[in-house]
C-alpha cells in the first residue's frame, strides 16, 4: 500500500462505455473511460488500468473496488457490485449534497432517480423496453445524419422549428426521420423533434417519482446540450452544472461507496 | 430438511396426465377452465374434470400465438393460444371442453380463437363489468345458470343440489388449506417459502379436488410439526410483496430473480396467487348462491371500479402488505395487461410510503438484466432503509 | 417542407352554393348557405388555418370535390362544433364523454352532447385559434403525451381525450360511456379519473359478451340506460318520459335510415359518385351527429338528394381515380388517408365500425330504453367475432370491394386480436385479398412513413 494516501476506485462498465474513477482519502483523484468492448471484464479493466495509469499506481494499491452498471454481474477485479442506481445517487450526493432528484441517461435504459441528503435512494424508476428514450436512440439518429454524436445537441438548439417525431419504436424513428428528410424538413428541425420526444418520454419517468430541487443530470447523454434543454423545458427546472464529466458519476459514486465498505468491514478506519 | 408431503404433491402431477387418459377412457369428461369467475364447484358437481389451462414463461410458444391474434396483445393470451396450436401441452391435448369466463376481455377473444382455429368446444361465462351493482349480480346469476344449464347439456346430467353441496365442502377446504399456507409461509420460524405454496396452488389446477385436499391438510399438518423453535433471528432481509398481473404456472423470470438477489417473496394479491381463494362464502348450494358468492369476492384488476375509497381490491392489498409485513411491493405488469398497467401510478398513490417498484415485462428473456438492475436497486433501497447500521 | 397554398373554396362556386338550402338546429335556429360560405371562406381560415391545410398528409383535409356541396356543410359543422358546444354548455346542456361507435340516442334523448373521444380531441385542438397544421398536431400530441406520462405509453391514443378532460383543456361534465365490445381500453381510462382532483362524475354502460339469445342481457343494459338517462336528465333539468326518448330515436332512425338507402345508391352506381371523404362523411354524421341530430339528419337529407342526381347523371365524384381499386376498412379509431389511397388509385367504399351502427335502427314502439338496449346488441360489429366477420364478409360483396384493410392503433388490445380471424374468414368468405396494419405513429399527420407505405404497396399489389 501507498504511504501516501488511502485509496479507492469505482468501475462502471455501461453498454457504450467503461469508466473508472479513483479516490485518495476522500478526493477525486483520477479518472479513466474508455469505449466498451463486447467483453465487458476487459472493458472494466481498461478503464481501471487507464485511472491507475494517470494516477500512478498499482491495482495492489487500492484498499478496495466496487463494481457498477450492466457490466457488474462479471467484474472479477471488483470487491464488491452495487448496482448504477445507488452509484448515482452516492455520486452525485458527493459532489452536489444539495441535489434531491437525478436524471440518467445511459446508453440503453434512462432513470429517474429520488435521493434524500445522505444520497440515499428514495424512489426511483427506470424506462421500460421500446420507450426510444435512451443514448442508443441518439447515437442511431447521429448516424442517419452522418454528424457526430457530441454535435448533435447544438445542432438540435440552432432549430427554428420542431418536427414531432412519432414513432414509439427507435428502429421505425429511423425510417420517419429518412422520410422527412426526403420531404424537405431541415435536419436541424427534425433532431430537435427528436431531443423533444426523448424528453417526453423522461418526463413519463417523473411522473411516477416526482421531482425536487436541485436537478442532476448524469450519463453520457448529459454532454448533450440540446438534451439537456429538452429536458429542462419538458419538466421545468434547470438543472445544476455538473462539477466533473457526468458519465463519470456511476463510477464515481461507486468508489463513494468502495469507501464506505472498507470502513464498515475493517479495512480502514 | 424438505417437507416430505410437497414430493408427494409433485409425484401426484407427474401421474396425473396419464391418470386423465384413463378417466377418459371410462368416458369421463375434461373441462379446461380459465379464469377468475369460472365456477369450478358447478364443474365438479356434474361429474366433470375440471383443469385449469394456461401457463407462461415460454417465448416461443408466445411467437407460435401472436400468429393467429396480434403482437399487441397480453403475453399469456398469446401463449395459452401457442398452446393450443401446438397440442404437445398434456392437459391441452386432453380437453373435451374449454370454459373461459369474460372477466378479462382478452381471455374472452382467446376464447373465441380457440374455437376458431383450433377446433375446440368452448363456452363462455358472461361477468359484468358492473360487479357492484344489483343488475350486475342480476347478470352474473342468469349467466351462471346459463353456463349451468350448458355444462348439464355436455354433462348428459342435471345438477344436484347434494352433489353441489359436497362440491362447496371441498372447495372451502381447499380455500381454507391454502390461506392457512400463506400464513405460515410469511412466518420466520417455518420451513414453507411462497414459491412452495405457488407450486402447490399450481399443482392443484391438474389434480383430483379430493386427494387435493388430502395433501394440503397433510401438508399443514407436517408444516406445523416442523415449525422451529427459534421465533427467526434472520439477517436484514427484504419482505416483497407481489401485485398486479397474474404470474401462472411456467413464468419463474420475477421470482428467480427476486430470490436470486436476496429478495423474499412473502405474500401477495395476485388474481393467479392468493386472491383466488379469499372471501368466497357460498350461502346458497344453487347457481345462484354459486354466483353471488363469486362476484362479491375481492374483485379482479380487470373489471373497473369507479370510486378509489371504496375499492375492495386496493383495500384488500393495503391489507395483506400488513398482514404479511412486507417491507415493499413489486407490482408486477405484462405487456398489454392494461387493467393492471393503468393502474400502476395510481396504485403507488395509494400505497403512500411503502417502497414501490414497477416491473413492466414480458415471456422474452432480453429484458433479463434489465429487471435484474431494478430489483438489485430496489432490494438496496429496502435494505440500507431497514439496516441499523449504515450500509453505504 | 415544401409549402402548399391552403385549400379554398372556389368563388366559381358560390352562387350555386348559397342558392341551396341552408341547416336547421335542434334549438330551433337556422343557418343560411350564405352564413355557412362566409364562415368557410373568411371566417374559418382565419380561426383554424390548419383545417385549411391542404397538403396530402392532412388526414381532416377538405374533400376536393367542392363541387359536392354538403361536404362543405359537412366541414362547417364539424368546424363549428366548438362554438355551438360551447354555448351550450353555457346554457346548462352538459357534455358528456362517450364511445365511438355507441347509440347515442340516450344522451340527446336526456338532453345532453354525447361528444367521443375523436371529437373531444378536436375540440381541445379548437380551443386554441389561428393554429397551422403542425401546431395544432403538436398541441394535440402534447395532451396525447401527458396522459401516456401519468397512465402508460401502452395506451392507444384514445389516452389523449381523457387527457384533454384530466387537464381541464374541455369543459365535460359527466364521463359514462357504453362499454362495447370494440374497445379493450375505455372500461380502464375511465377508471383512471378515480385517482384525479377533479371529481367528474363517472358512469359505465356494461355491454355484456356473448349476448344471442341471452334475453337478460338486454334487460342489462336496459337498467343501466335508465340510470344513465336519469343521471344526465339530473344535469340538464329535463323532464324525461318515454315519449322525449322515443321522439329522439326516431328522429336518429331517420338519420340511419337515410345513411343507409345513400350507401346502397353509391354501391350500386356504375361511377363511385363521391369521393371516400365524403362518402365516409355520411355514415359518420349518421351515427355521431357532430353536436346536433337534427342538424346532421337534415345534412343527410340534402346529401341524399345530391347523391341521387350525380348517380342519375352518372358523374364520378372529382378525384376518383378511373377504374379505381374499391377497398374495404375495418377497425375502429384509425384509418389509412384517403388522400394518399386516392393518388394511389384507390377509393375507400365503406367501413365496418360506421356502417355497423347506422345499419340498426332503434324500434319505435314499446319500452324506449329496453329497445336501445336490443339495437345495442344487435350491432353487427358487437356480434362474436365470427358474426362480425360474416357480416364484413357480405359487405364487402355488396360493396363490391376488391380488397380489405384492416387497421388497429398501437395499443389496441380488442381489434388488434381479431384482425386476423376476420381478414381470415373475409378472404375465405368474399374472396378478396385482406392486410392487417398496426398504426403505431403518436400524432396523425406528420412521420407516417410506416402506414403510409405499407397501405400503398398493398393497393400496388390489389
Known amino acids: 500500500m501507498s504511504i501516501s494516501g488511502n485509496y479507492f476506485a469505482g468501475v462502471d462498465v455501461g453498454s457504450l462505455a467503461a469508466k473508472s474513477v479513483i479516490l485518495k482519502d476522500g478526493e477525486i483523484f483520477a479518472t479513466g473511460l474508455v469505449p466498451s468492448g463486447v467483453n465487458s471484464v476487459e472493458s472494466g479493466l481498461s478503464a481501471l488500468n487507464l485511472a491507475l495509469e494517470t494516477a500512478g499506481?498499482?491495482?495492489?494499491?487500492?484498499?478496495?473496488?466496487?463494481?457498477?452498471?450492466?457490466?457488474?454481474?462479471?467484474a472479477p477485479y471488483a470487491n464488491k457490485a452495487v448496482t448504477e442506481i445507488t452509484c448515482h445517487a452516492k455520486g452525485t450526493n458527493y459532489l452536489h449534497p444539495t441535489v434531491r432528484t437525478i436524471i440518467d441517461m445511459g446508453g440503453q435504459d434512462c432513470k429517474a432517480i429520488r435521493i434524500d441528503q445522505d444520497g440515499s435512494v428514495v424512489d426511483f424508476a427506470m424506462n421500460d423496453k421500446c420507450a426510444a428514450g435512451t443514448g442508443r436512440f441518439l447515437e442511431v439518429m447521429a448516424g442517419v445524419f452522418k454528424v457526430k454524436l457530441e454535435d448533435l445537441g447544438s445542432i438540435a438548439l440552432s432549430a427554428t422549428d420542431t418536427v414531432p417525431m412519432s414513432s414509439t419504436c427507435t428502429v421505425f424513428a429511423e425510417s420517419e426521420t429518412i422520410s422527412l428528410v426526403a420531404r424537405g424538413e431541415r435536419p436541424e428541425n427534425i433532431l430537435n423533434g427528436i431531443h423533444h420526444s426523448i424528453a417526453n418520454r423522461i418526463a413519463g419517468l417523473f411522473s411516477r417519482v416526482g421531482i425536487e430541487s436541485d436537478v442532476f443530470f448524469s450519463g453520457g447523454v448529459a454532454k448533450n446540450s440540446g438534451m439537456k434543454t429538452a429536458i429542462e423545458q419538458a419538466l421545468k427546472v434547470n438543472i445544476v452544472k455538473p462539477e466533473i464529466d457526468p458519465q463519470l458519476i456511476g463510477a464515481l459514486g461507486a468508489a463513494v461507496i468502495a469507501r464506505n465498505f472498507a470502513r464498515k468491514e475493517g479495512l480502514w478506519a | 430438511m424438505g417437507l416430505k408431503t410437497l414430493e408427494k404433491i409433485t409425484a401426484a402431477l407427474e401421474s396425473r396426465p396419464a391418470e386423465l387418459e384413463q378417466l377418459r377412457k371410462q368416458g369421463k369428461k375434461i373441462v379446461g377452465w380459465l379464469a377468475y369467475n369460472i365456477p369450478e364447484e358447478i364443474i365438479y358437481a356434474l361429474g366433470l374434470i375440471p383443469i385449469r389451462i394456461g401457463q407462461g414463461g415460454d417465448g416461443r410458444l408466445v411467437e407460435v400465438g401472436a400468429r393467429h391474434i396480434s403482437t399487441k396483445n397480453c403475453v399469456f393470451v398469446r401463449q395459452v393460444l401457442g398452446q393450443f396450436a401446438e397440442k404437445t401441452d398434456p392437459y391441452i391435448k386432453q380437453l373435451d371442453l374449454v370454459a373461459i369466463d369474460a372477466t378479462c376481455i382478452q381471455l374472452y377473444r382467446l376464447e373465441e380463437l380457440i374455437n376458431f382455429y383450433f377446433d375446440y368446444n368452448t363456452v363462455v361465462l358472461g361477468v359484468p363489468r358492473n360487479f357492484a351493482t344489483k343488475e350486475?349480480?342480476?347478470?352474473?346469476?342468469?349467466?351462471?345458470?346459463?353456463?349451468?344449464?350448458?355444462?348439464?347439456?355436455?354433462?348428459?346430467?342435471s345438477l344436484e343440489q347434494s352433489r353441489l353441496e359436497e362440491a362447496i365442502k371441498i372447495y372451502d377446504g381447499i380455500r381454507e388449506a391454502i390461506k392457512t399456507l400463506y400464513r405460515y409461509q410469511s412466518l420466520d420460524n417455518s420451513l414453507l417459502s411462497w414459491r412452495q405454496v405457488a407450486s402447490v396452488i399450481n399443482a392443484g389446477y391438474n389434480l383430483d379436488r379430493e386427494r387435493y385436499l388430502e395433501l394440503l391438510q397433510e401438508l399443514i399438518q407436517e408444516v406445523e410439526a416442523n415449525l422451529s423453535e427459534e421465533s427467526g433471528t434472520r439477517e436484514v432481509e427484504a419482505r416483497i410483496f407481489l401485485s398486479g398481473s397474474l404470474i401462472p404456472p411456467g413464468d419463474t423470470k420475477l421470482i428467480?430473480?427476486?430470490?436470486?438477489?436476496?429478495?423474499?417473496?412473502?405474500?401477495?394479491?395476485l388474481w393467479s396467487g392468493l386472491n383466488f381463494f379469499l372471501n368466497l362464502n357460498i350461502k346458497e348450494p344453487t347457481p345462484y348462491g354459486v354466483a353471488d358468492a363469486y362476484i362479491d369476492r375481492v374483485p379482479h384488476g380487470s373489471l373497473p371500479y369507479l370510486d378509489l375509497k371504496s375499492d375492495g381490491r386496493l383495500a384488500n392489498l393495503k391489507h395483506q402488505i400488513k398482514e404479511f409485513k412486507a417491507d415493499g411491493v413489486v407490482y408486477h405488469t405484462l405487456r398489454y395487461c392494461d387493467a393492471f398497467t393503468f393502474k400502476a401510478g395510481e396504485t403507488k398513490d395509494v400505497l403512500g410510503n411503502i417502497p414501490f417498484l414497477e416491473i413492466h415485462t414480458e415471456y422474452s428473456g432480453s429484458d433479463f438484466e434489465a429487471i435484474r438492475t431494478r430489483v438489485e436497486a430496489f432490494i438496496e433501497m429496502i435494505k440500507s432503509k431497514k439496516e441499523i447500521t449504515e450500509l453505504v | 417542407m415544401a409549402i402548399t397554398a391552403p385549400f379554398s373554396y372556389p368563388e366559381s362556386i358560390k352562387e350555386k352554393f348559397i342558392a341551396t338550402p341552408g341547416l336547421k338546429f335542434k334549438d330551433g335556429t337556422t343557418v343560411s348557405s350564405a352564413e355557412i360560405w362566409e364562415?368557410?371562406?373568411?371566417?374559418?381560415?382565419?380561426?383554424?388555418?390548419?383545417?385549411?391545410?391542404?397538403?396530402?398528409?392532412?388526414?381532416?383535409?377538405?374533400?376536393?370535390?367542392?363541387?359536392?356541396?354538403?361536404?362543405?356543410?359537412?366541414?362547417?359543422?364539424?368546424?363549428?362544433?366548438?362554438?355551438r358546444v360551447m354555448k351550450e354548455h353555457a346554457a346548462g346542456t352538459p357534455t358528456v364523454l362517450v364511445q365511438g361507435g355507441q347509440a347515442m340516442d340516450a344522451y340527446y334523448a336526456a338532453g345532453g352532447i354525447p361528444v367521443r373521444p375523436g371529437l373531444v380531441m378536436q375540440w381541445a385542438r379548437n380551443m386554441h385559434e389561428g393554429l397551422s397544421l403542425r401546431q395544432s398536431e403538436t398541441l394535440g400530441l402534447n395532451i396525447l403525451e401527458s396522459g401516456r406520462r401519468k397512465i402508460s405509453i401502452d395506451a392507444c391514443n384514445q389516452i389523449a381525450a381523457h387527457a384533454a378532460i384530466d387537464n381541464k383543456v374541455v369543459p365535460i361534465d359527466l364521463i359514462a360511456p357504453f362499454l362495447c365490445l370494440r374497445c379493450s381500453d375505455m372500461s380502464f381510462l375511465v377508471e383512471t379519473h378515480r385517482n384525479r382532483e377533479h371529481d367528474i362524475p363517472r358512469y359505465l354502460v356494461d355491454y355484456p359478451v356473448d349476448h344471442e339469445n341471452k334475453p337478460w342481457a338486454a334487460e342489462y343494459i336496459a337498467t343501466e340506460l335508465r340510470e344513465l338517462i336519469a343521471k344526465i336528465a339530473a344535469l340538464s333539468g329535463r323532464t324525461i318520459t318515454d315519449e322525449v326518448i322515443f321522439n329522439e330515436i326516431k328522429l336518429e332512425n331517420r338519420g340511419r335510415r337515410i345513411a343507409t338507402e345513400i350507401a346502397e345508391l353509391w354501391?350500386?352506381?356504375?361511377?363511385?359518385?363521391?369521393?371516400?371523404?365524403?362518402?365516409?362523411?355520411?355514415a359518420f354524421l349518421a351515427n355521431d351527429f357532430v353536436g346536433d341530430p337534427v342538424a346532421a339528419v337534415d345534412l343527410l337529407e340534402q346529401s341524399k338528394i345530391e347523391i341521387e342526381?350525380?348517380?342519375?347523371?352518372?358523374?364520378?365524384?372529382?378525384?376518383?381515380?378511373?377504374?379505381?381499386?374499391?377497398?374495404?376498412?375495418?377497425?375502429?379509431?384509425?384509418?389509412?388517408?384517403?388522400?394518399?389511397?386516392?393518388?394511389?388509385?384507390?377509393?375507400?367504399v365503406g367501413r365496418d365500425d360506421s356502417w355497423s351502427c347506422i345499419s340498426v335502427p332503434v324500434e319505435e314502439e314499446g319500452d324506449p330504453y329496453l329497445n336501445i338496449a336490443k339495437s345495442m346488441l344487435a350491432y353487427p360489429y358487437e356480434q362474436r367475432t365470427e358474426k362480425r366477420a360474416e357480416w364484413t364478409a357480405d359487405q364487402v360483396k355488396r360493396s363490391r370491394a376488391d380488397g380489405v384493410i384492416f387497421m388497429y392503433q398501437w395499443g389496441c388490445n380488442y381489434q388488434s386480436g381479431v384482425a386476423r380471424m376476420i381478414s381470415d374468414i373475409v378472404k375465405e368468405k368474399a374472396g378478396v385479398v385482406t392486410t392487417f396494419v398496426e398504426v403505431g405513429e403518436l400524432g396523425r399527420s406528420e412521420a407516417t412513413e410506416q402506414s403510409t407505405n405499407r397501405v400503398e404497396a398493398f393497393i400496388e399489389m390489389v
Request: proline content about 4%; hydrophobic content about 35%.
Open chain 2, 256 to 269: 428467480d430473480i427476486i430470490e436470486q438477489l436476496g429478495g423474499r417473496i412473502v405474500g401477495d394479491d
Open chain 1, 57 to 74: 499506481l498499482k491495482k495492489e494499491d487500492l484498499i478496495y473496488i466496487v463494481g457498477t452498471g450492466y457490466g457488474r454481474v462479471s
Open chain 2, 136 to 157: 350486475g349480480h342480476e347478470y352474473f346469476r342468469k349467466e351462471v345458470e346459463f353456463f349451468t344449464k350448458k355444462l348439464e347439456l355436455f354433462a348428459g346430467v
Open chain 3, 309 to 348: 342526381e350525380r348517380v342519375r347523371n352518372n358523374v364520378k365524384g372529382f378525384g376518383v381515380p378511373d377504374h379505381a381499386k374499391r377497398l374495404y376498412i375495418c377497425g375502429s379509431c384509425v384509418g389509412p388517408n384517403a388522400h394518399h389511397a386516392q393518388t394511389a388509385g384507390a377509393i375507400f
Open chain 3, 39 to 83: 364562415f368557410m371562406t373568411k371566417e374559418a381560415p382565419k380561426r383554424f388555418p390548419y383545417a385549411f391545410d391542404a397538403g396530402a398528409n392532412n388526414m381532416g383535409r377538405f374533400s376536393d370535390d367542392v363541387h359536392f356541396l354538403s361536404g362543405i356543410k359537412r366541414g362547417y359543422l364539424t368546424l363549428t362544433l366548438k362554438d
Open chain 3, 267 to 282: 354501391w350500386d352506381a356504375e361511377n363511385p359518385p363521391t369521393n371516400s371523404t365524403d362518402f365516409f362523411g355520411i
